[in-house]
């Protein structure tokens, strides 16, 4: 059975799963999203990833900028949906919308609730070194992601994986998985399950702080907070290549051999001292620029041994 569908999402990640729902037959009669930001040098307005999808298939795109209105609910019950799917809308549901659609609210959330509940839950399983993430399906309420899990979908984390490799994977998982818990939903067949009190963690939006390079941490960490923030918005360190101190992004690293001062460059090739251990930068990124092999860059930068990369 179809159901009416009101889908709620704003980034790429999103994208995937409205695509299975309409390729699934479902009715999506309302695509609520986040309005069009400025970007690029020119900052012209640019619709989200979802708004463009969507008036791709001829689907109503809303964009309020508060749900919290009667105006708001209004429009919202005035779909009629069957149920709403909300994939990284980016605005909390107030009880009138979660209470508005005859089947509740679902969420696609990409982490295995209840830990990593909250904003940046893929970038905080790699920076914290989870060896397995996931996505699961939840009946909304109007807590932070408390809701009762219905499905969940499991998937090792590799050891040099970054984020961005972890997010594609998991937006495709995503996409099946809601796929099958709608037609559940269908057949009345879709059970919820309480979240455990127990292993309750947030993922806190990531900050400008997280992002500087730890050095002051031992050389895995500081492998895992590069990939955890890789390719966006990057770890990154601070040199002087003559115009004063600007910043260089951190694509890539792997585990080296090495014992220094934290955040002296040990070799020419881009080992790093952590407090324990060594990191060698593989991929670098200066500002406006291409990302480039750290050897590379190095060479051109004329940074040698001995060289200090400030956090």
Known sequence: MSLRVVFMGTPDFAVPTLAEIVGQGHEVVAAYTRAPAPAGRGMAERP???????????????TPKTLRSEEAAEIFRSHGADVAVAVAYGMILPRPILEAPDMGCLNLHASLLPRWRGAAPIQRAIMAGDPETGVAVMRMEEGLDTGPVAMVEKTPIGPNETAG?????????????????????????????????????????????????????????????????????????????????ERIKVLETEIADGDGALGTLLTADGVVACAEGAVRLLTVQRQGKAAMKAAEWLRGARLAPGAVLAA
């Open 48 to 62: 989200s990833p979802v708004h463009k999808m969507a008036d791709g298939f001829g689907i109503p795109v809303f």
């Open 165 to 245: 490799a972890v997010h594609d994977r998991l937006a495709a998982l995503g996409a099946d998985l809601m796929a099958r818990a709608l037609a559940a939903l269908s057949r009345g067949s879709l059970a919820f399950t309480p979240q455990p009190d127990a292993g309750v963690t947030y993922a806190a939006k990531i900050t400008n702080g997280d992002a500087e390079m730890a050095w002051t941490l031992p050389a895995t960490r500081v492998h895992d907070q590069v990939r955890g923030l890789s390719p966006f918005p990057g770890a990154f360190f601070m040199a002087d290549l003559g115009r004063g101190p």
